[in-house]
């Protein structure tokens, strides 16, 4: 029994080491970067996932389109049989069996309509080209989601360890607190409003965690990967300067209206409205085919001994046919008029589509500039508040230490500095990823 046991706990040892070697080596891997989020995001979102899906479509398309320049080429081959009684002469039937065989090749060309395949085949490409250009918008649409959603990670980790460090300052109180009390420099009733803080602070620690935690979720859910054991690495947003923030917004707009995906997606759609409006007017053109055929065919029945085999009637049978087909559209009920009316409203409507695009496009970045602009004056005045706060709370601490004031003017000085802390915090956060937006728009890299 004592040797079963033994085995059994290195049985334990070695599952417990497996799985603890295991639990890092998964928490390492899953320790994400931004860029390793942003790819991973890219690479397996389901919106990408079926624009891939549409360009591969659209590959097929231009294929289809280019082969309709070729000629078609048909082949037959038939055989019938008949059998029963039959008149050969008035008043004379007889039991008939007949054979017919026939073989055929055909090919069909079409030599002119309007310029018609010309044009569905520079559509069918020019739509692979607008999707193209329209997954990569919804690329970027995604990185900067990310990006947004990496940030509020550190946001809120940020937070945390503001919340911990509270806490720990609050800890450090008490126990101060307490020593002054038993020297008789302070009432006994600041204990419980120092331990009453402590306990505020911890659940300000708990909520932290949360929002945490929830951030993490958030971000993972977004990269469409497990929750459990997944972390981001905490990199350091440095506090920023005037350096990062733009002065001027008209070279955002001059690169975004030139450069911009959402934008040569609605010019796209203007050249294939104009060749809706040249594919809908082909059918006003005639339309020339031609073709070449050739067949050959066999007979035989049982009344007659002295018919050719089947193989000679085939080869003295051969027969070739050319065609030439021109038809000339004289009256289509009004059909081609008004789809020609249509496709000229529908170019009308991209080009109005364009103006919406530009005029979005112009807004957003308006609103993200100006965003930014008062993201930066926060940002400096969040500072400047802070550190009037710190002199003001180290002045309260001061006298508190000396017992000219109650341990309750010293806490709404710590809540005043608290507060310029969050503030402080808030306004770096803001105003990254407000930057980052307008990086965004001038097609700078917003990973870096």
């Known amino acids: 029994m004592k040797m079963i046991k033994i085995k059994m706990n290195k049985a334990y040892c070695v599952f417990g080491l497996a799985l603890v070697f295991g639990t890092c080596a998964f928490a390492q891997q899953k320790s994400w970067s931004l860029q390793a989020c942003v790819n991973h995001a890219i690479e397996n979102n389901i919106s990408v996932k079926q624009g891939k899906n549409t360009l591969l479509s659209n590959e097929q398309d231009v294929i289809a389109a280019k082969g309709q320049f070729l000629p078609s080429v048909n082949a037959s081959a038939g055989h019938s049989l008949t059998f029963g009684n039959q008149e050969v002469f008035e008043g004379q039937f007889v039991d008939r069996t007949s054979n017919s065989t026939n073989f055929g090749v055909g090919l069909n060309q079409t030599i002119f309509n309007g310029f018609r395949l010309t044009n569905l085949y520079k559509q069918s490409k020019l739509n692979f080209e607008t999707n193209q250009l329209e997954l990569d918008r919804i690329r970027d649409d995604i990185s900067l989601n990310v990006v947004n959603a990496y940030l509020n990670v550190l946001f809120n980790k940020e937070r945390l360890e503001t919340a911990k460090a509270q806490y720990e300052y609050s ?34 620690v708990t909520l932290a965690e949360n929002n945490y935690n929830l951030a993490l979720l958030t971000l993972s859910q977004l990269l469409q990967v497990p929750y459990n054991g997944f972390e981001v690495e905490i990199i350091e947003v440095d506090a920023p300067s ?85 038809n000339i559209p004289i009256f289509s009920r009004l059909q081609n008029k008004t789809s020609v009316a249509k496709a000229k409203i529908q170019q009308e409507n991209s080009l109005l589509n364009l103006e919406q695009v530009k005029l979005d496009l112009e807004s957003n970045i308006q609103r993200a500039f100006t965003d930014a602009q008062a993201a930066f004056k926060a940002f400096v005045a969040a500072q400047k508040s802070l550190e ?61």
């Open 171 to 204: 800890n450090t109180l008490l126990k101060q607190v307490k020593d002054l009390v038993e020297a008789g420099v302070q009432p006994r009733a600041n204990i419980f409003d120092t331990e009453a803080t402590l306990s505020a602070d911890a659940q300000q």
């Open 242 to 326: 005037s350096a990062i923030l733009y002065n001027d917004i008209q070279p955002v707009l001059n690169y975004a209206f030139a450069n911009r995906n959402e934008v040569k997606v609605a010019e796209k759609k203007i050249e294939n409205a104009e060749l809706g409006t040249k594919i809908q007017k082909s059918a006003f053109y005639p339309t020339l085919s031609g073709g070449y055929s050739f067949g050959s065919s066999a007979f035989y029945s049982n009344l007659r001994d002295d018919e050719p085999n089947f193989w000679d009637q085939l080869d003295n049978q051969k027969s070739h046919g050319f065609r030439v087909n021109l």
């Open 388 to 448: 009037a706060q710190k002199l003001a709370f180290e002045n309260s601490k001061n006298r508190f230490d000396v017992g000219i004031i109650t341990s309750f003017d010293l806490e709404q000085a710590r809540i005043k500095l608290i507060n310029a802390q969050s503030s402080l915090i808030n306004a770096k956060y803001d105003f990254v990823f407000k930057t980052k937006v307008l990086d965004f728009y001038m097609g700078k890299p917003i990973t870096n």
